[in-house]
């Protein structure tokens, strides 16, 4: 099991979660923030520092989200397991349900 980042999360990166992973785990693409699903190791310190509420244990996603579980698993297909996102720095992509989305209104 892992944790999910969200729709909330897209054209709002607030990046808070990533300074809370002890295991750097939160890597940046375009539009939003992506939980590597093998390297997350379910401690939860990311889901409370998120101000938009994007962040959400994989069996709790709420319904209207549950496409995101599959997109934080995808978005790692061509990236594979690099072991830790400050390595790797920004990611110019994303899922392509997320790159197909619409510009999301910040209401932060």
């Not at 959400?56 to 698993?73: I, K």
């Amino acid at each position: 099991m892992t944790y999910v980042i969200a729709q909330p999360c897209v054209d709002v990166l607030d990046k808070a979660c990533i300074e809370e992973c002890p295991v750097d785990c939160i890597y940046e693409g375009d539009r939003m923030l992506y939980i590597h699903p093998d390297e997350c190791v379910d401690c939860g310190a990311c889901e409370p520092v998120c101000p938009v509420e994007a962040i959400y244990y994989e069996d709790d996603v709420p319904d209207q989200w549950s496409d995101y579980t599959r997109a934080n698993v995808d978005f790692f297909n061509d990236l594979g397991s690099p072991g830790g996102a400050s390595k790797v720095g920004k990611i110019n992509a994303d899922d392509k349900m997320v790159a197909a989305l619409p510009p999301q209104a910040s209401e932060h």
